[in-house]
């Protein structure tokens, strides 16, 4: 499965910006997937997840009510909502899909990883 994301850029703090991920195949349709994010000399963190149903999901602490996980397995996409951005959110974002239906916040049940997207927010 290949893993394409899109939507970063340069967004003021308090603006929004919405990550997409595209997979290649309908593969990942059964899978969970995952937002983690890297930013400059920091290690990579997880951001959110969801299960291939998408009715669950789980959010790290600090994007906890200003992210929104989604997906459309019609489109083999999952996407990022990110509202209320703030400087410390600028980081690469990464797609990734999960080796199980469930969606999970540990990296090393992720098979799959996007090439990532840059997210810079100005304060």
């Known amino acids: 499965v290949q893993l394409q994301a899109s939507g970063g850029g340069l967004v003021q703090a308090g603006g929004s910006l919405r990550l997409s991920c595209a997979a290649s195949r309908r593969t990942a349709s059964n899978n969970g997937m995952g937002w983690f994010r890297q930013a400059p000399g920091k290690e990579r963190e997880f951001v959110a997840t969801?299960?291939?149903?998408?009715?669950?999901?789980y959010y790290a602490e600090s994007v906890k009510g200003r992210f929104t996980v989604s997906r459309d397995n019609a489109k083999n996409t999952l996407y990022l909502q990110m509202n209320s951005l703030k400087p410390e959110d600028t980081a690469v974002y990464y797609c990734?899909?999960?080796?199980?239906?469930?969606?999970?916040?540990?990296?090393?049940?992720?098979?799959?990883w996007g090439q990532g997207t840059l997210v810079t927010v100005s304060s």
């Open positions: 990734a899909v999960a080796r199980g239906s469930v969606g999970t916040s540990k990296a090393e049940l992720y098979q799959y």
């Open positions: 969801i299960g291939w149903r998408g009715g669950d999901t």
